[in-house]
């Protein structure tokens, strides 16, 4: 039997922790890779918001935004943060179809465990436009960690094309790279980020 986690209760109870410790981060690499692939004034969906960071950046960029998260006192934060609301909403629940030119899953789907992944990975392309991109990030490496009530599910880059084509959708893997922290949160220190980038057909 697995050890118990509860992410959403979490995020719940830090909420005003986590906003503080991820408010800020050097994510240029990754913001640069991913806007270069859609047009400026694109519409993105922030797949997992939590402080609201990276949909403060695109929006102060021009692009529009769509935020949600599961955590209800994140989302409460975030929207204050970003001066937009920000919906209360689990990956699942995610049902548009050919809204968006880019969705970003920054750090947030990995608390979804192996099995769960691939039927979210679909929900995430089903709502893509024709040529949408879709950015998401996991803690290198195999397997899964629970740590602080939180699970993790870690990835590698072979493991992570194995389940796309396993899916056998319009999709494809078209950028991979690893990157260090983007914050200097506790804990942090030693972990190499996997990076991907999924483009519709």
Excluded at 16 to 36: H, M, P, R
Excluded at 88 to 111: N, P, Q
Aim: aromatic share 14%.
């Amino acid at each position: 039997m697995k050890e118990e986690y509860d992410n959403l209760e979490y995020y719940n109870k830090n909420a005003k922790l986590y906003f503080e410790q991820t408010k800020v981060g050097n994510l240029k690499e990754n913001y640069d890779k991913f806007l270069s692939r859609i047009e400026k004034g694109a519409y993105i969906l922030d797949f997992g918001c939590g402080s609201g960071r990276d949909s403060k950046f695109f929006i102060e960029n021009g692009y529009k935004v769509k935020a949600i998260d599961g955590s209800i006192q994140m989302c409460k934060i975030a929207s204050d943060y970003i001066n937009q609301n920000v919906e209360c909403m689990l990956f699942e629940d995610l049902k548009d179809k050919d809204v968006y030119d880019g969705i970003w899953a920054c750090s947030s789907i990995l608390h979804l465990e192996k099995e769960e992944l691939p039927n979210i990975i679909v929900k995430m392309i089903n709502a893509l436009k024709p040529n949408g991109i879709i950015y998401t990030s996991f803690k290198n490496g195999s397997g899964y960690e629970i740590k602080d009530g939180k699970y993790y599910n870690y990835m590698t880059k072979e493991e992570f094309e194995k389940m796309l084509k396993k899916l056998n959708i319009n999709a494809e893997l078209i950028d991979y790279f690893e990157t260090l922290p983007s914050t200097k949160r506790p804990g942090t220190k030693g972990t190499v980020w996997g990076n991907y980038i999924i483009r519709k057909s």
